[in-house]
């Protein structure tokens, strides 16, 4: 049999044994359990997915948010008899301990000594090599539901892979912390990148598994390639569910409030702005030196596995304080608040030097740029948006698992 026939071989395989797999959740009762109003991850729902792990050789796709209780999945999971060869690991790494933008370097878990793959180094993708032999790859990662944040790029990547190899994906799904809207410029195709890979909002209000769900049916991986991919749905979320991480899904994302203020405060990345990286409290302001008319400041230092070199690192920075904003307020505006960053813009001394090259990266828009430059009202930024944001929710509404917030 030559390995092409072997492979299509395989892919058939799955697809049986998968859809075997989907009858016996569909009929378990815990799928009728509606009375239970506490959220249940897809990783908590052990006897869901205990029957795949028999006789199977797994890869895992994780981080420090991958958690059942208060133990590690990869715990988890050699308790209930997992053959994990080997954990594959995002932007921050294994432990959820490098700082933003640091390459990620191979190694050992050190307390099971399994070995542990970059996808966030020397390459961002999973070998054929890498899956030789891999029956199952599971993806268990806390996303906070922002295009820019790089762990739905991990995602596609690894699709991608999986499909390539013939590989089934089982994706362990989480409740999206903002997932209760959508908001912020689509991304346009001329700017994607490893911080925006479709075109979808800054804010995008789905799980991983609805946008692994969108990304295979819409076509977005290369070639149209197809990845089979098996879902463990979360219990009792909706998109109206107001979700609190257990565990922080970065070293710079330290609790809700900054998780909340995150779509917006992520933009200045694309700036000279610091958002608070090197501070006890990373975005949750943001400041310069030589701004004006501001009382509050901060000095941003290095600090080791956060920030190593945070912009303007040991320079006294004037600002805004975000901290007074409740988490409730910020739950309720329901919106990516484009007002800071025009603050910001207004009040920079030194407009030329404001915005650098990364910035349409991070927003995904031509125009946005521009239309703080030229001094455009938010409101009238904001009615931009519309037009592809209506189109997207169209859309969107095609991969919804959960209940909407609407």
């Not at 997915?49 to 797994?58: A, D, E, G, M, V």
């Not at 006294?316 to 603050?343: A, V």
């Amino acid at each position: 049999m030559n390995a092409q026939k072997t492979k299509d071989v395989k892919k058939i395989i799955n697809i049986l044994w998968f859809m075997a797999f989907l009858v016996f959740t569909e009929m378990s009762p815990l799928f009728s359990q509606k009375q239970q109003k506490q959220i249940i991850t897809g990783a908590e729902r052990t006897i869901l997915y205990k029957p795949i792990l028999k006789n199977k050789t797994i890869a895992l796709v994780a981080n420090q948010t991958s958690v059942v209780g208060n133990r590690h999945l990869v715990d988890t999971l050699l308790t209930l008899g997992a053959n994990i060869k080997k954990i594959f690991c995002p932007e921050h790494g294994f432990r959820g301990n490098e700082d933003a933008g640091e390459q990620v370097k191979n190694g050992k878990d050190p307390k099971t000594g399994i070995p542990v793959i970059s996808l966030y180094g020397k390459k961002l993708k999973p070998t054929a090599a890498d899956l030789n032999g891999i029956d199952f790859v599971i993806y268990d990662i806390q996303d906070v539901g922002v295009r820019f944040y790089t762990y739905i790029s991990t995602l596609t990547y690894v699709m991608e892979a999986c499909a390539e190899q013939f590989v089934t994906l089982f994706i362990l799904d989480s409740p999206n912390p903002n997932g209760f809207y959508v908001d912020g410029p689509v991304l346009e195709p001329q700017f994607k990148s490893f911080v925006g890979m479709h075109p979808i909002p800054i804010v995008y209000g789905m799980t991983i598994g609805e946008l692994a769900t969108m990304i295979n049916e819409e076509g977005w991986l290369p070639r149209q390639l197809k990845c089979s991919i098996g879902l463990i749905h979360c219990q009792n979320y909706t998109h109206k569910s107001l979700y609190r991480l257990a565990v922080n899904p970065s070293p710079n994302l330290q609790n809700m409030r900054a998780v909340y203020l995150y779509p917006s405060l992520g933009l200045f990345e694309g700036t000279a702005i610091n958002v608070g990286r090197g501070t006890d409290f990373p975005f949750q302001v943001f400041g310069y030196p030589k701004f004006t008319d501001t009382t509050f400041s901060y000095i941003p230092r290095s600090i080791e596995g956060v920030s190593s070199n945070p912009p303007n690192v040991n320079k006294t920075c004037f600002g805004i304080d975000l901290r007074g904003i409740t988490e409730e307020k910020l739950i309720q505006s329901s919106q990516l608040n484009i007002s800071y960053l025009k603050f910001a813009y207004d009040h920079f001394p030194e407009k030329e030097k404001f915005f650098n090259s990364f910035f349409e990266n991070l927003c995904g828009s031509s125009t946005l740029r521009q239309q703080i430059i030229s001094g455009i009202s938010p409101d009238s930024i904001r009615h931009s948006w519309q037009p592809a944001l209506t189109k997207f929710k169209e859309l969107r509404k095609k991969y919804l698992i959960y209940e909407d917030f609407e």
